[in-house]
């Protein structure tokens, strides 16, 4: 197989001047725009299908219909590629030094050490070669194609551009492909384009308007999207890799980039690795040329190199990250990428999909309403009974019906139903109860409404009038521009008793009412939502779903709407605009997979932790370029595949503790961090100036080994420290210039305090001659000092004892400084040549420890107060003014005319006509419709659908009147202008009462 794939690309590149060779790259526009016979000729194909030669040599250009896979790699290669961390390396150089000059028992140390953190790494992380084969199992095997006039079932990997498939109600759709015949066909593209319910595909051509935006394209079909309902034939397009499915799984299997907490762990190796390099080669140099032997020097170099290497940070990060991983579990979350942890507690913005995240992904009856908008167990009733006796397509709106409650229907019995058609649009049932014969039908309501000669309403009938006709047209626009699917209901009493029924019989018909429909939020979501939120995670929504439907959800979730903006816009806008409308915005809509990675790069860009919550195949994409992935319990298999993190219940409360869990994680980690370059780059700093004025060695290689041994088992119980509860309240994030200035700060006290000690034993103990009892005494002192401060560096409190360390912390570092106290009493301290000093020396020690922790406790205060904000993850500013999207300047554009008009009623079509001449760029209905509705949802104006007319509201005056206070008026003034020009010019005169904006 691999070698066949091999083959055709190998000649795919050969024929790429073939005249059937481009039929993969043919433009989304001729597929989308032109007739099913105008496609068919592009593909050089008929309805015929192709021939057996056609076809196998058409697979020999484009290759197998599959989609990419991801190179294994063994697993020995996998756990080698690990040892890259410039930690590790540095390690490694240390410990292959220390064996060649004698020392093993150091190096199989460091050796041991670098194995433990290697392995558990291995361990831990998640395959992602799977996600590919994940998603290649949601894909059919076989299909059944159009070839020389006569069906075939082939393989799925088979299939080439220009075969005509036969598609039917519960297949996958085997490749892209332009529909050329349908009946009743609904497609289920949710998982794809995000869309909440299924949508209906024909095969006439779309509109050149529509090409742009993924869920208007009518009449094609996407690989990996399933048949609802109905049968119909397409011609393949693309396969394989070229789909949009294909363009998903490529990107899948692609390395994954750097997170910001990978980013700033390996700039911090950097740090470390400059910092010895330069410290260790001035030591050796000096040492080897004026003072000692070359090997001798070589050895304290090497000594002074694992002193200043914080050697136990990937051990201590592998059990942080473990130990988070285990709580996590406990809470029904599973951690797949351990580094995600870290990045999960520093996320400040979470980027998460609408369908099937935030809501049930499940059609729902939400209202049975009548003209009024009040509750109407009629409606519910009506509609129930025609979709339990109809026998024809049964939509997911149907089930929902059905679905939502039990309804009593003893008594009746269905007469004869009148099926569903795509040109009524409606579906119509008749029924029988106590011999009194109902036809009751539901459909658009837009058709209901044409029929009805009468309404219902407080159990009276009447008849419709205009007025009554707006009314209820007026609640159906409502009802839509709230996000809600509707249907209308409508009956009447049958006097003509008869056995069949008829289209003719769908007449002078009774209004009833309103179902509407919702993918309803989860129940959980929005105490999540609010619990991230006082957590300082800021929300963003993102979907492939309209902006009325993701309005009206994130409503129900009582979340605060800053701003809408659409796919439409983001391809209209370039970078430098689109890093302010992210700033700005926080719901986008009718958004591509490709456009939701540039919404995540831009805000990576701002200098943000994203983090991305989804569970559909067009997230995966998503999933991948964010810092931290997530993914629920229902989603697709490919989205857990390429999720970090998977939360196994449907309670999204879990992701507001994962993210604290997260920062307690991130917490103790930096606590090791900041001692660690502290104190070890003080001490060793002391121990590389020492050595350039004594006689002797500050300390023996050995010695400071066994100090760098001892303070690093003290460390190993800060992954069980607690963490202050304001720590964990926002997000906080890895910065190396923090912690260059913490080094730069609270090193030097460390080096101040070994100074003294020299000072002290060379002068009042006379340690000049006594290598031994100096060696010592510094290695007690620097010891003590750096092992204790973990009390003072583990908290921003102060004093430090408001904050309580864990017990283990806490008597693991009291044992190491008892037992450095108490080593060369014994016979081990011999070993390592130390001798026991007197008691006057404990004296200065506990004066020296006392004065030390005081001074950094001092310190520490204003360090804090000039350098904390380096390490909150902060809002970032805005660059420059706000910037108006396409769609906010168009909604901008018509207040302006509304309000410059001398006339305080407008109709539709002058104001549409008004902005087609006025904007410098195209618009179409449905976007100035979404406008008109903005407008009336902010009650600046009112409107008459039926007379077509706008009226301007008290709320427009006002609402105008605070424009020029607005950031971004001098940007909208420009439009105010032009629009006062234009509007002299047609009309003669313009409103007075705004004149002054204008001038």
């Known amino acids: 197989m691999v070698k066949n794939m091999k083959r055709a690309d190998t000649v795919q590149k050969r024929n790429a001047g073939n005249t059937e060779g481009w039929a993969q790259s043919i433009s989304n526009e001729d597929v989308l725009c032109l007739s099913v016979n105008d496609v068919l000729a592009k593909l050089n194909t008929s309805q015929s299908g192709l021939t057996s030669d056609q076809a196998e040599k058409r697979l020999q250009i484009y290759g197998y219909n599959e989609v990419a896979k991801k190179e294994r790699r063994t697993a020995v290669i996998k756990f080698l590629l690990l040892f890259k ?154 396969t394989g890799s070229y789909t949009e499915y294909g363009k998903i799984v490529k990107r ?78 406990k809470k029904g979350v599973i951690v797949k990428q351990l580094s995600s942890i870290q990045n ?14 935030l809501t049930e992904n499940k059609v729902t009856l939400m209202l049975h309403v009548d003209m009024e908008g009040k509750d109407n167990d009629k409606v519910l009733l009506y509609s129930f009974l025609n979709s339990y006796y109809e026998t024809g397509l049964k939509s997911p709106l149907d089930d929902a019906i059905l679905e939502h409650k039990e309804v009593n229907v003893t008594g009746f019995q269905k007469i004869d139903e009148v099926p569903f058609d795509f040109t009524r649009r409606r579906v119509s049932v008749v029924t029988e109860r106590e011999r009194q014969r109902f036809f009751i039908t539901k459909g658009a309501p837009e058709e209901i409404i044409k029929m009805c000669a009468y309404y219902e ?20 626009y409502d009802l839509s ?26 007449t002078d018909m009774v209004f009833l009412g309103f179902v509407a429909f919702m993918d309803p939020p989860k129940e959980t979501a929005k105490e999540s939502l609010q619990l991230l939120t006082k957590s300082g995670v800021e929300l963003k929504v993102l979907t492939g779903d309209n902006e009325f439907v993701t309005r009206k959800v994130c409503e129900q979730l009582g979340f605060t709407i800053k701003g809408v903006v659409l796919g439409s816009d983001l391809g209209k806008i370039n970078d430098d605009a689109l890093a302010r409308v992210v700033e700005q915005a926080n719901i986008f809509a009718r958004v591509t997979p490709a456009q939701k990675d540039r919404i995540i790069n831009a805000l990576k860009s701002n200098g943000h932790v994203v983090g991305f919550l989804g569970d559909g195949i067009n997230d995966a994409p998503s999933m991948r370029v964010a810092d931290v992935s997530i993914s629920v319990d229902n989603a697709v298999d490919v989205a857990k595949e390429s999720a970090d993190i998977i939360l196994l219940h449907k309670d999204l409360r879990v992701l507001e503790e994962g993210v604290l869990e997260g920062r307690k994680t991130f917490g103790n980690t930096m606590k090791y961090i900041m001692m660690g370059v502290s104190s070890n780059f003080g001490n060793m700093f002391s121990a590389a100036g020492a050595s350039l004025f004594l006689p002797f060695l500050p300390m023996l290689p050995t010695q400071i080994l066994l100090n760098n041994l001892l303070y690093d088992t003290s460390e190993l119980a800060i992954p069980t420290d607690n963490v202050d509860p304001e720590y964990i309240e926002k997000p906080k994030r890895l910065d190396i210039s923090y912690i260059r200035n913490f080094m730069i700060y609270f090193g030097p006290i460390s080096s101040v305090f070994d100074f003294l000690t020299f000072f002290i034993m060379l002068y009042v103990f006379d340690a000049w001659n006594n290598a031994p009892l100096f060696q010592t005494a510094w290695f007690i002192e620097s010891l003590c000092t750096q092992t204790l401060v973990i009390f003072t560096i583990r908290t921003r409190r102060s004093p430090f004892f408001k904050s309580k360390p864990s017990k283990a912390l806490l008597i693991s570092s009291l044992s190491v400084v008892a037992f450095a106290i108490v080593l060369p009493l014994t016979p081990i301290g011999d070993l390592f040549k130390f001798q026991d000093p007197s008691a006057l020396f404990f004296v200065f020690l506990a004066v020296f420890v006392a004065a030390y922790l005081t001074m950094v406790e001092t310190l520490k205060r204003a360090f804090y107060k000039r350098y904390a904000h380096r390490l909150e993850q902060i809002t970032v500013p805005q660059k420059g003014p706000p910037y108006p999207t396409p769609t906010a300047r168009l909604i901008q554009n018509m207040v302006g005319i509304i309000s410059l ?27 100035f419709v979404h406008g008109l509705h903005h407008l009336r949802r902010a009650g600046l104006v009112e409107i008459d659908w039926r007379k077509g007319t706008i009226r301007c509201q008290p709320a427009l005056k006002d609402y105008v009147s605070r424009l020029p206070k607005r950031e971004d008026w001098p940007r909208m003034a420009d439009d105010w202008r032009r629009i006062a020009s234009f509007i002299r010019t047609r009309y003669n005169e313009i409103n007075s009462e705004y004149q002054k904006l204008v001038e």
């Open 85 to 238: 961390n410039p930690l590790i390396l540095i390690l490694l150089l240390a410990g292959m030094i220390s064996g060649l000059l004698g020392e093993i028992v150091n190096a199989i140390i460091i050796v041991i050490i670098v194995l433990m953190s290697v392995i558990l790494n291995f361990l831990q992380e998640s395959k992602a070669e799977k996600a590919a084969d994940e998603l290649k199992e949601r894909v059919a095997t076989t299909v059944t194609v159009v070839r020389e006039g006569t069906q075939h079932e082939i393989k799925l990997s088979e299939v080439v551009p220009g075969d005509i498939v036969c598609l039917s109600a519960g297949d996958i759709v085997p490749a892209d492909a332009r529909l050329i015949s349908s009946k009743d066909f609904f497609i289920d593209q949710s998982a794809l384009t995000g869309e909440s319910f299924p949508v209906e595909k024909t095969a006439s051509p779309v509109s050149p308007q529509c090409v742009s935006t993924v869920t208007d394209w009518s009449n094609y079909l996407f690989m990996g999207t399933s048949v609802v309902s109905g049968s119909g034939m397409a011609v393949v397009v693309k």
């Open 252 to 329: 899948i299997v692609e390395r994954r980039p750097e997170t910001e907490f990978e980013r700033g762990l390996k700039r911090f190796g950097y740090m470390i690795m400059e910092v010895t390099f330069l410290l260790v080669m001035f030591v050796f140099f000096i040492n080897a040329l004026y003072r000692r032997g070359v090997l001798e020097s070589l050895l304290f170099a090497v000594a002074l190199a694992v002193g200043l290497t914080p050697e136990l940070l990937p051990v201590i990060l592998s059990i942080n990250l473990s130990k988070g991983a285990l709580e996590m579990s």
């Open 344 to 357: 999960f507690g520093n996320m400040d913005v979470l980027c998460t999909d609408k369908t099937g995240t």
């Open 457 to 476: 309403s407080s159990g009276r009938i009447l008849d419709i009038t205009s007025e009554i006709q707006r009314k209820i047209e007026q609640k159906y």
């Open 481 to 506: 521009a709230e996000g809600f699917r509707v249907l209308g209901i409508c009956y009447k009493k049958v006097k003509e008793e008869k056995s069949v029924y008829s289209i003719n019989d769908e």
């Open 901 to 927: 008009h001398f006339e305080n009623e407008v109709s539709t079509d002058l104001l549409l006509n008004d902005l087609r001449e006025i904007a410098a760029y195209p618009i179409d209905s449905d976007q």
